[in-house]
């Protein structure tokens, strides 16, 4: 699409190959995802308005950031501890929180979701902030599973909506995938990619398929590991010490989906089982409905195939 709109108070056609420069980001969603984007995003400059349901949230994310924050600042300044308190000071700085999406977005030059993976949800949300943002403003969804499309849809700005795919922990994995629907324009995929690189990531371009590259292959591994405990034929510990030390993973699948949350892994897995009714990795697991039930969520509630309490 060969539109002209305003970037930075000047008109570009969007045919032209003049990317829009990304400084005002506000990311949707303080969980997880939000608060460790919205923690990389300040890092490297860009100024973020970080928005949730409510401020008790907010209050909670900022405490996870600002001790992720400081995680990072004894090691880029292990031997200068000033110099570390000053760095978590500057980027907490560049943060403002915000309760009010439309309001949230007046400003913004990029708006990253990352809210529950619901598309309900999701798309009553870009429907609101399509008629807040100015026109230059570029959407992207954070989305594991959903395809993007069915998100762009619900805006009129299909020229200007991408994916952008982090991976958690944020701010120690070095990769975003970024997602382009048909409608994507050129300038607003290389602005994408250009923000996804200005975060320090290494960026891989993926069309609107599911999963992208890294779930497609990753969902289908960790749903196999539950069906090998649903059948009885091994434990969720000892399936996650054969992984880790006999493929050299990090975590286990099982650790690993404690660390996702469960509540996202089910939000995953119901997605693709009504998308995929056919394909039995993606029916229902027993396993992860019950622990759902019972609000063992993983990590992010202290317990879930593990306990996590301290
Ligand atoms: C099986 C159940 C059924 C499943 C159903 C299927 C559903 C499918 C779900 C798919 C979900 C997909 C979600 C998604 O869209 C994509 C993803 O993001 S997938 C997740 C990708 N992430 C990983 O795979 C993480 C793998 N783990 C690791 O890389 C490491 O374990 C980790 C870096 C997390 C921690 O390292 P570790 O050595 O284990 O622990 P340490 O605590 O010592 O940390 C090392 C180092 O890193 C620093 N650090 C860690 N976390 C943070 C942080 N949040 N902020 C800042 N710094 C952090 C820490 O300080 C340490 O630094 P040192 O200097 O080394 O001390
Ligand atoms: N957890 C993970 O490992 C990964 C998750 N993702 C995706 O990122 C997104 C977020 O996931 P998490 O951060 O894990 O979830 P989370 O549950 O930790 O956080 C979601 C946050 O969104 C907020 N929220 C919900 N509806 C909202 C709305 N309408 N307006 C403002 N805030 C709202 C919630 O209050 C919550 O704080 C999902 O789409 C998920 O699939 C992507 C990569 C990895």
């Known amino acids: 699409?060969?539109?002209?709109?305003?970037?930075?108070?000047?008109?570009?056609?969007?045919?032209?190959s003049t990317m829009a420069q990304i400084k005002q980001v506000t990311v949707i969603g303080s969980g997880l995802m939000g608060a460790g984007?919205?923690?990389?995003?300040?890092?490297?400059?860009?100024n973020v308005v970080l928005?949730?349901?409510?401020?008790?949230?907010?209050?909670?994310?900022?405490?996870?950031?600002?001790?992720?924050?400081?995680?990072?600042?004894k090691?880029?300044?292990?031997?200068?501890?000033?110099?570390g308190e000053n760095f978590v000071k500057d980027v907490l700085g560049k943060i403002q929180t915000e309760t009010d999406s439309a309001k949230s977005v007046l400003k913004a030059d990029l708006v990253i979701e990352?809210?529950?993976?619901?598309?309900?949800?999701?798309?009553?949300?870009?429907?609101?902030?399509?008629?807040?943002?100015?026109?230059?403003?570029?959407?992207?969804?954070?989305?594991?599973?959903?395809?993007?499309?069915?998100?762009?849809?619900?805006?009129k700005r299909l020229d200007r909506f991408?994916?952008?795919?982090?991976?958690n922990p944020v701010p120690m994995m070095k990769l975003v995938e970024v997602i382009r629907i048909p409608d994507t324009s050129d300038d607003t995929f290389k602005s994408l990619v250009e923000f996804g690189k200005a975060n320090g990531k290494v960026t891989v371009e993926c069309k609107d398929t599911p999963g992208f590259i890294v779930n497609r292959l990753l969902v289908p591994y960790m749903m196999e590991s539950v069906r090998?405990?649903?059948?009885?034929?091994?434990?969720?510990r000892d399936i996650d010490t054969a992984m880790k030390l006999g493929a050299g993973y990090p975590m286990g699948p099982f650790e690993l989906a404690d660390y996702v949350g469960l509540d996202t892994v089910k939000f995953i897995i119901d997605g693709w089982c009504e998308k995929y009714p056919d394909n039995p990795l993606f029916q229902p697991s027993a396993m992860v409905n019950k622990l759902v039930s019972e609000g063992k969520l993983g990590m992010k509630t202290g317990e879930g195939f593990?306990?996590?309490k301290k």
């Open 162 to 167: 991408g994916g952008l795919h982090y991976f």
């Open 114 to 155: 990352a809210i529950v993976e619901n598309l309900d949800v999701k798309r009553k949300l870009f429907k609101q902030l399509d008629q807040a943002a100015p026109q230059h403003t570029i959407f992207a969804s954070n989305t594991s599973s959903l395809p993007i499309s069915d998100i762009a849809t619900s805006t």
């Open 306 to 308: 593990y306990s996590h």
């Open 51 to 73: 928005v949730d349901q409510n401020q008790d949230i907010l209050d909670k994310s900022m405490g996870n950031l600002r001790k992720s924050l400081q995680r990072v600042a």
């Open 37 to 46: 984007i919205a923690q990389v995003a300040a890092s490297t400059g860009h």
């Open 228 to 236: 090998l405990v649903e059948r009885g034929d091994a434990s969720p």
């Open 1 to 16: 699409m060969a539109g002209v709109f305003k970037v930075f108070n000047r008109s570009f056609s969007s045919s032209a």
């Open 75 to 83: 090691k880029k300044y292990a031997d200068d501890a000033a110099g």
